[in-house]
């Protein structure tokens, strides 16, 4: 099969592969690219720890092609702490006790980084909703929906 090549901006960088046509999202960022950050779970999407942010908007990468993406801005989990340190995002999730084994933590720290960014000011039901396909089968959500609370009120405190 013929490769192709991908030209994209992967958290904040420009980056360049060459895949075959068929790769999906979550194997080009893995085993192309080489970030592990992205969690490969059910690859049907009914998870989510395979969230990234595409242009703006939550995707789950294990249903999107890497060809798809040409052109657009991606951003994964490595791609969240900067200089200055950890995002809010990441920094309520260890203050709050929103991860348990971590395996679903990736995908909802995506998933919460952009919900912020839509919903500023959520409630709890909102939080609930705002995450509800990003499973979690160790920690019951409770500290996983106060950690998004937590961040956007300290996002909110920043600006």
Known sequence: MTKHTVSFRLNGKPTEIEIDPRTLLV????EVVGITGTHIGCETSHCG?????????SMKS????????????VVTVEGLADEQG?????????????LQCGFC??????????????????????????LSGNLCRCTGYQNIVKAVITAGKNLREAN
Do not use: S
């Not at 720890?49 to 908007?57: I, L």
């Not at 995002?89 to 260890?94: M, T």
């Open 27 to 30: 194997h080009a960022l893995r």
């Open 49 to 57: 720890v395979c969230t990234v942010d595409v242009d703006g908007e």
């Open 62 to 73: 294990c249903t999107v092609l890497a060809v798809q993406v040409a052109g657009k801005d």
């Open 86 to 98: 950890l995002h809010a995002v990441q920094a309520a999730f260890i203050e709050e006790h929103g």
């Open 105 to 130: 933590t990736p995908g909802m720290l995506m998933r919460a980084y952009r919900f912020l960014q839509e919903n500023p000011d959520p409630t709890e039901e909102e939080v609930r909703w705002g």
